[in-house]
């Protein structure tokens, strides 16, 4: 079986002026199918940088990202977007969501931009949105919701096209205790039922230690990786 996610001596480099800003330096890992990993780091060590270069939301400045065999860097910018929309879901720590859509609205137009050709699965849809325990808010527009459940809806976005990854950055950042409790259940959820890869930035060690593997990074650097919680090999 082929990792779902190589990481090849991935750098980034940002120029402030005259003056080159690594953000990352020769990120290298793989990530097999079925597997949550967790990334973690201080603030300024380049987690965020990794993550919107996976999700092909920038390009490295060197090396390359292969997705499911595809390599990024070869991709044309459509077939980078249509890789998003098809293989990968996205769950943010600001939450993006549409103001004036519903929740409901926002999880249902990710649906819609995916480019599927089959209809929206409801019975799949009442099914997530029990399961994040928000069927009782759907008809409301992001502001008037917590942020707990702002967080849940971007999940049920994230989970609705049924993406083979899950690229979650920093998803509990912004939540109290109970709330990113939720939130990590059903990202452990994802992963063992719906055998999807998931991989999750955080500064959290606690939300960390839920994956199988741990990659730190410090610096723009992966400096060590771990062992989590993880059951990998019983999945």
Do not use: C, W
Not at 84 to 106: C, D, E, M
Not at 109 to 129: C, M, Q, V
Not at 228 to 233: E, F, T
């Amino acid at each position: 079986m082929q990792p779902i996610i190589v990481a090849e001596n991935v750098s980034k480099i940002y120029h402030a002026g005259k003056i080159e800003v690594p953000a990352l330096r020769n990120a290298s890992f793989t990530i097999e199918p079925g597997e949550f990993v967790s990334i973690v780091g201080p603030s300024g060590s380049g987690k965020s940088t990794l993550f919107y270069i996976l999700g092909g939301l920038t390009q490295p400045t060197s090396g390359r990202v292969i997705i499911d065999s595809a390599d990024f860097s070869s991709l044309t910018d459509s077939e980078r977007t249509r890789m998003r929309k098809t293989k990968i879901g996205f769950v943010f720590q600001r939450f993006n969501l549409l103001p004036t859509l519903t929740a409901i609205q926002n999880i249902e137009i990710a649906y819609e931009i995916s480019g599927r050709n089959e209809p929206l699965d409801r019975s799949y849809l009442e099914h997530l949105t029990n399961l994040l325990g928000i069927s009782g808010r759907l008809e409301h527009r992001p502001s008037e919701l917590s942020g707990g459940e702002q967080q849940r809806v971007a999940l049920a976005r994230a989970l609705i096209t049924h993406p083979a990854i899950v690229l979650a950055d920093e998803p509990t950042g912004n939540l109290d205790s109970k709330n990113s409790e939720a939130v990590l259940d059903m990202l452990s959820r994802s992963n063992r039922e719906l055998k999807q890869t998931v991989l999750m930035i955080t500064h959290n060690p606690e939300a960390a230690a839920i994956a199988d593997r741990i990659l730190h990074m410090r610096d723009g650097q992966i400096v060590s990786i771990e062992a989590g919680k993880g059951q990998l090999a019983t999945k």
